[in-house]
């Protein structure tokens, strides 16, 4: 599958992650297994977006995020492609949302996509 991304999102790299975590690369690994990161492959290296990242852990409301979005029926690159794309419900990118504080506002956005 190849995701349609802003050619302008950041992606950070596991060994990258490994230092601003200051965790394992089996670590880093375990909070992807675990959906408290999500990381797709841009020209065959996983990375993750880097505003999934805050200061040196995982956004907080990342994980349950993902988790509905993964229970609605999405692969985990369509899961990252819907949090970075711009939402007309939100009137923003999800990503920015839950930055923001706004996780309700996120997870209300979602309920609609459950197929």
Request: no cysteine; glycine share 6%; hydrophobic share 45%.
């Amino acid at each position: 599958m190849s995701l349609h991304l802003d050619p302008d999102t950041e992606f950070l790299t596991i060994p990258e992650l490994v230092e601003r975590f200051e965790l394992t690369p089996g670590k880093i690994h375990r909070l992807i297994e675990d959906r408290h990161l999500a990381a797709v492959r841009v020209d065959g290296v996983l990375r993750v977006p880097a505003e999934f990242v805050l200061d040196d852990h995982p956004l907080p409301p990342l994980r349950g995020t993902l988790l509905v979005l993964l229970d609605a029926g999405f692969s985990e690159e369509e899961a990252v492609a819907w949090l970075l794309a711009e939402n007309e419900e939100l009137g923003e990118r999800p990503v920015a949302a839950l930055r923001a504080g706004r996780k309700s506002a996120v997870r209300r956005a979602t309920q609609s996509l459950a197929f």
